[in-house]
């Protein structure tokens, strides 16, 4: 994402150019026309195994990267193929590795829920809850070590702020005053349970940063520009030094957990009102009342519809991966032989 706005001199949202609006709305819709084609190849039975759509969550990917600079890392889950995209991963490789096929991101071998793009900074999606928020500390660490700048943004979803690694993760980051971001993704429900249910807190990240020396921050996550102020104000402090920054962002996936679950769980009323909140059809209402051309915002969406129709193309031109390809990126002395 190329931004004309500095986020580091500029954090304010009044200081979005109108080029800058418009790039948020492309991301984002970039981010859910790309998940409606995983959703329609996965009924194809062309996606192997589960996936976790991001729809109805863009708004926070696109903002938070807006926020962020070439060479800062990202961390983020199994529901991570929007944060690739918005750091610059081509669509392409994203579906052919969603395909399991050789012309894919890691040649087929991670699919949907171990996307990695090293050479973006996104250093993993992982599909062990929490685990990546000690992982990240690592990072910013090595960051603030080597004296490089580079600010480390990860993101997990609400059910992880129940599991040990996050408590751990922000007292290290404060005891450190480490260059990194907590986003958590609060979409309201821990696959099928709802957080509200299961927690002792209202606010499952916010209300408990106090104990770590943190300030609450709490933000729509559904209001890309509101993500994109907190975001950038967040990164500027932990580059100039200030320590991590804990952010809880409001949103609701508009499916299930994964493709195996219908979401039937979901008071109708709840999912209608989440729904009413689309980040998407919202922002483009709110461009055009500033004054952004409709027909400029039809051609953002029937440009992406082209790309993610290439992208299509390309994945499925991929072949199955060799078998030689299990062994590699293994123990140096291979896989079923490596003993402890």
Not at 319 to 340: C, I, K, V
Request: charge should be negative.
């Amino acid at each position: 994402m190329t931004f004309t706005t500095d986020p580091l001199t500029n954090p304010p949202t009044d200081s979005l150019s109108t080029a800058d609006q418009i790039d948020l709305y492309r991301q984002m819709v970039r981010a859910r026309q790309f998940e409606k084609r995983c959703y329609d190849l996965f009924l194809q039975n062309l996606v192997k195994g589960t996936t976790h759509l991001y729809i109805g969550q863009e708004a926070i990917a696109t903002g938070v990267s807006a926020a962020m600079s070439e060479g800062d890392y990202t961390f983020v889950t199994y529901r991570g193929h929007a944060h690739l995209l918005v750091r610059g991963t081509p669509m392409g490789p994203i579906l052919a590795e969603m395909l399991g096929r050789s012309n894919g991101l890691m040649s087929g071998k991670g699919g949907s829920m171990h996307l990695i793009d090293a050479s973006r900074g996104v250093l993993g999606s992982y599909a062990i809850i929490g685990a990546q928020l000690v992982i990240a500390n690592g990072a910013a660490w090595a960051a603030q070590y080597k004296e490089t700048g580079q600010v480390t943004v990860c993101f997990f979803g609400d059910g992880a702020t129940n599991i040990g690694a996050f408590h751990e993760a922000m007292n290290f980051a404060v005891i450190w005053n480490l260059p990194i971001v907590f986003v958590c993704e609060n979409n309201q429900y821990m696959e099928y349970t709802p957080i509200r249910s299961v927690t002792a807190v209202d606010r499952p990240a916010a209300d408990r940063a106090g104990a770590y020396g943190l300030d609450p921050v709490v933000v729509d996550g559904n209001d890309v520009e509101a993500v994109y102020g907190t975001a950038a104000a967040a990164v500027h402090k932990a580059r100039t030094g200030g320590g991590p920054t804990l952010i809880e962002a409001l949103t609701y996936r508009h499916g299930g957990h994964s493709r195996a679950d219908p979401g039937k769980y979901r008071p109708d009323e709840e999912l209608q009102a989440w729904l009413a909140k689309d980040p998407i059809p919202n922002y483009r209402s709110a461009l055009i009342g500033r004054g952004v051309a409709e027909r400029d915002l039809d051609l953002i969406d029937a440009q992406t519809r082209h790309e993610v129709d290439e992208a299509t193309e390309m994945a499925k031109s991929g072949g199955l991966p060799a078998d030689e390809l299990l062994w590699t990126n293994l123990w140096s002395d291979g896989s079923s032989g490596w003993r402890t």
